[in-house]
């Protein structure tokens, strides 16, 4: 087998300068990648603006405004967003499409990382979900055009 016999001629001095030169370097990338991956954050992908218009569109028409997670914050009239409402990722921070997100106040948003709270709001993550299908029928940003 020619790969075999490669080897076999190759065969290096195991405590040569220069493999243990290379070994060195193929651990400094080693560690320098696993420092790098291990330090970096699953991203958050934001929504789309389109995406986001849509929500302050349908917490504003169906929910008065309300958060639809507690339904006692404002979050947002028809002119926009209120500066404490919050987007949150329900199925995670890489999943941003109109469905997989809602606006919500921050006091929801932060208690939502407890998964128990969650649970108990998954009721309503879906009935605001049910709420919000009559406007993406045409399209999800076709209104925004
Ligand atoms: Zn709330």
């Known amino acids: 087998m020619a790969s075999a016999q490669l080897n076999l001629n190759l065969n290096p001095d195991p405590d040569s300068e220069e493999l243990r030169s290379i070994k060195r370097d193929v651990r400094f990338v080693a560690e320098t990648v696993t420092a790098i991956l291990e330090n970096l954050p699953v991203q958050r992908r934001p929504l789309s603006d389109a995406s986001k218009a849509l929500h302050v569109r349908a917490v504003a028409l169906r929910r008065n405004g309300y958060c639809p997670c507690c339904q006692r914050t404002p979050v947002c009239g028809i002119e926009g967003r209120l500066p404490a409402a919050e987007f949150d990722h329900w199925f995670g921070r890489h999943r941003n499409g109109v469905t ?46």
């Open 100 to 145: 997989e997100t809602w606006l919500v106040c921050s006091d929801c948003n932060r208690r939502l990382e407890n998964p128990e709270f969650k649970t108990e709001k998954r009721s309503c993550f879906d009935a605001y979900q049910a709420a919000l299908r009559p406007f993406l029928v045409d399209g999800q940003s076709s209104m925004f055009h």
